[in-house]
């Protein structure tokens, strides 16, 4: 039956392959918990951008693909995408920007 399951592992790193524009760096790890199946997608980083797509949409249909092969597996398919660089990346967050920015030429007017 694992062996079966497998489908899905072999499904992912087939799709993936095909986008990316280095295959050989498509790894594909395979865990079972009380949650379903969980397959991790490791790939090069910079193949992450063809991966993820626009707004996240390649991410979402192969999500998408996978729960129908999981369907037909009777077993429930999550995929985590592995991103080594998930903690370097500078915060986006608006209070954070707005601390950055230099008031020091204003700070002494009286409005």
């Known amino acids: ?3 079966e399951n497998a489908q ?3 499904f992912l790193e087939t799709i993936v392959k095909q986008i990316v524009s280095k ?6 790890e395979r865990t079972i918990d ?3 199946v969980l397959l991790t997608l490791k790939i090069d980083p910079e193949d992450m951008g063809y991966v993820i797509g626009k707004r996240g949409q390649t991410a979402q249909a192969i999500r998408t693909l996978l729960k129908i ?3 037909k597996n009777n ?3 999550n995929l985590k ?3 080594p660089n ?14 950055k920015v230099d008031t020091s030429s204003v700070d002494d007017l009286n409005i």
């Open 86 to 99: 998930a903690g370097n990346r500078p915060n986006s967050n608006r209070e954070a920007d707005a601390e």
């Open 69 to 71: 092969v999981g369907a």
């Open 8 to 10: 899905d592992q072999e």
């Open 75 to 77: 077993s429930r398919v």
């Open 34 to 36: 009380e949650m379903g």
């Open 23 to 28: 295959p050989d760096a498509v790894k594909v």
């Open 1 to 3: 039956m694992a062996e």
């Open 81 to 83: 995408i592995y991103d």
